[in-house]
């Protein structure tokens, strides 16, 4: 199970570099396959599309079962929203026994961190608001929580064409905990072509520039906006 980071090749691991170079089978999500196809020369690639994530692992497993050595594909970290549980679930559920390897990638909450300075200096908390595999009553009980206890909050897949009001009702229930004035990081497309980084409030929040290829921070209370970076205090005494 190989995270390859955010897609540009400079931030992928060595490990997962040379993961994919000894695969003799290569496999993934098709957008992300295309993030390495060029360094996949000569290799057998099988990408599908959104949701097929079962299918792709169970050919997975037929392929190592047949003796090749097979990489997964998952942009970021594959234990971060990718693959490696669900390869885990499956082997586990069929009492399946294979040599595994997992090898971590940059995950995007990283990546849209370090674009944006320093916003995650201190605890923070990590929220999908897709809710095609968790229902949306457990996903806004999380929101809330995590607002209440003045988490800086990083929200993955804030929204996409089947899914338009699940952010604006974030950004409500946010705002019940949160000042107006804290920060907010939007990060698109981070470290792949068509990138862009903007630094705005939590009452400024261009909703209809955000999709499901954008990175969302919100700031704790301790954080504020220093030139082009946002920045999360520690908590030392300067």
């Keep these: ?140 009980k999380r929101v809330r929580n995590a607002a209440e206890a003045d988490f800086v909050i990083v929200i993955y897949n804030p929204k996409s064409s089947q899914r338009d009001w699940q952010l604006k009702k974030t950004i409500e229930i946010i705002l019940e905990y949160k000042s107006t004035a804290t920060p907010v990081g939007i990060v698109k497309k981070a470290k792949r072509e068509g990138e862009s980084i903007l630094i705005t409030t939590l009452d400024n929040i261009e909703q209809d520039l955000i999709d499901m290829m954008t990175i969302i921070i919100i700031g704790n209370s301790s954080s504020f906006i220093f030139q082009n970076y946002m920045v999360t205090k520690r908590g030392y005494d300067i």
Excluded: C
């Excluded at 190989?2 to 994919?20: H, N, Y």
């Design 1 to 140: 199970m190989v995270g390859i980071g955010p897609g540009a090749k400079e931030d992928m691991s060595l490990r997962a570099l040379d993961a994919v170079k000894k695969s003799d089978t290569i496999i993934g999500y098709s957008l992300y396959i295309d993030l390495i196809r060029d360094i996949a020369g000569g290799k057998e690639i099988i990408s599908s599309a959104m949701r097929k994530e079962v299918e792709r692992v169970e050919l997975a497993i037929q392929e190592a079962q047949n003796g090749k050595t097979v990489s997964i594909i998952s942009s970021g970290d594959s234990g971060v929203y990718g693959m490696s549980g669900l390869v885990l679930e499956i082997l586990y559920k069929e009492n399946i026994s294979l040599s595994l390897e997992i090898i971590p990638g940059i995950p995007a909450a990283n990546t849209a961190a370090a674009l944006l300075g320093a916003p995650l200096m201190h605890d923070y908390a990590v929220i999908s608001l897709s809710d095609l595999l968790t229902p949306w009553e457990m996903i806004e």
